[in-house]
């Protein structure tokens, strides 16, 4: 019953080679998509960075206004911190439920979490692989800003907020190179599925 860590700085390619992975068969975690469950209009979670961070970041719906909160904590650690510390708790107990019901249906799945904070929030779980997928800066750059549409001045200040590339390389059992084509991104991924599956 592998576990595995999928992580990569922004526009690295992460969530290609999830897509992958999951058409071979291995079960996604998202780390992202659950950050967005446990800030639903109601959750304790919501209801804590309201009280924390003010009520004015609620849509009249009883969302969270997502821009408002990253423009209110972005550049500022100590806010970040203050965020991170309501956030990945609960997120860290969903995920563990989302492992857990995915071994409980097939003991012998392949499981992966796409988690883009690996080494801010999770470097020290018990992960049977740390994947980690890795092009250069400038090149993540471009893409940011010819396929997300952010201007450089944006794309500079959110690849300045990850970790660096180093730490990030510095803890990967397997780099996947996503410099190059997709069909080379998507060759070694099957070659990493190759040998999960071994």
């Known amino acids: 019953m592998p576990l595995i860590a999928l992580t990569g700085g922004i526009a690295s390619g992460k969530s290609t080679i999830a897509r992958r992975l999951a058409e071979h068969g291995a079960v996604i975690v998202d780390a992202d998509a659950l950050v967005r469950e446990v800030q639903q209009p109601g959750s304790p979670v919501l209801d804590a960075i309201a009280a924390e961070f003010g009520n004015d970041l609620l849509t009249p719906h009883g969302e969270l206004d997502r821009a408002g909160l ?12 203050r965020l991170n510390a309501i956030v990945h ?9 989302r492992f857990q019901m995915a071994f409980d249906a ?7 979490y796409d988690v883009p904070l690996l080494l ?3 470097a020290a779980d018990p992960w049977e692989l740390i994947v980690v997928a890795h092009a250069p800066a400038a090149l993540r750059r471009e893409r940011l800003v010819s396929l997300r549409g952010m201007t450089p001045e944006d794309a500079d200040a959110r690849m300045a907020a990850q970790v660096d590339d180093a730490r990030r390389l510095a803890i990967a059992d397997v780099v996947i190179d996503t410099a190059g084509t997709l069909d ?10 190759t040998r999960l599956a071994a």
């Open 184 to 193: 080379e991104t998507l060759a070694q991924t099957d070659d990493l599925w």
């Open 106 to 112: 097939d003991p012998d799945a392949v499981v992966v």
């Open 89 to 97: 708790p609960a997120v860290r107990t969903e995920s563990a439920r």
């Open 70 to 81: 990253a423009s209110r904590v972005f550049g500022d650690p100590d806010a970040v911190g």
């Open 120 to 122: 801010e929030a999770r």
